[in-house]
């Protein structure tokens, strides 16, 4: 397990700019402890400082995971975010998107959402925008990019899409785990 590169660190943010913004800061600086992101078999981990630290007592070549897994990174070096990062992004999400309960199931199997299965949508959403997908109980779901900025969605025909899907708690049902682990 090692630190991000420069290069790494640049793509890495880059990627979860598209989602939180520049609550990219309170990841890393939080109030209960400090975490950082650690690169192990290509694939980026959210960690506290306290955890990184009681996990050099493994060895490398048995360690398997540590902390959060937040994606990992293409063999072309791009960074390719996991639904295991969810639980980061739902929280400083800069824009969101709601589903009505009849598209919830649909989104769950990987399709994308089209505007029948829209309940409501974050105010000046921007067109290819990452947003975090929740359910009307307020639930995150997944994560996509806004095909269509909000502006545009009041004029689009019902079976146009909306968000495409990017992943959803559903991978795990799906069989996917094993490319995200």
């Keep these: 397990m090692r630190?991000?590169?420069?290069?790494e660190t640049k793509?890495?943010?880059?990627?979860?700019?598209?989602?939180?913004g520049k609550n990219i800061e309170k990841l890393i600086n939080r109030s209960d402890e400090r975490h950082c992101f650690r690169l192990l078999k290509d694939r980026v981990y959210y960690i506290s400082e306290s955890l990184l630290k009681a996990s050099t007592?493994?060895?490398?070549?048995?360690?398997?995971?540590v902390g959060t897994c937040l994606g990992k990174f293409t063999k072309s070096g791009k960074f390719r975010l996991h639904v295991t990062a969810i639980e980061y992004l739902s929280q400083y999400a800069k824009y969101k998107v709601w589903v009505k309960p009849s598209a919830e199931m649909s989104f769950l199997?990987?399709?994308?959402?089209?505007?029948?299965?829209?309940?409501?949508?974050?105010?000046?959403?921007?067109?290819?925008?990452?947003v975090v997908v929740y359910n009307m109980s307020d639930i995150a779901l997944g994560f996509g990019v806004a095909?269509?900025?909000t502006l545009h969605c009041q004029s689009l025909e019902p079976t146009?899409?909306?968000v495409l899907h990017q992943a959803d708690i559903g991978d795990y049902l799906r069989g996917l785990e094993d490319d995200m682990f």
């Design 109 to 130: 199997y990987g399709n994308h959402i089209p505007k029948s299965g829209l309940a409501r949508m974050t105010e000046d959403t921007p067109q290819y925008a990452g």
């Design 3 to 7: 630190p991000l590169t420069e290069d």
């Design 57 to 65: 007592m493994i060895h490398r070549d048995n360690t398997l995971h």
């Design 11 to 20: 793509t890495l943010f880059l990627k979860l700019s598209e989602y939180i």
């Design 147 to 149: 095909a269509q900025a």
């Design 160 to 162: 146009a899409n909306v």
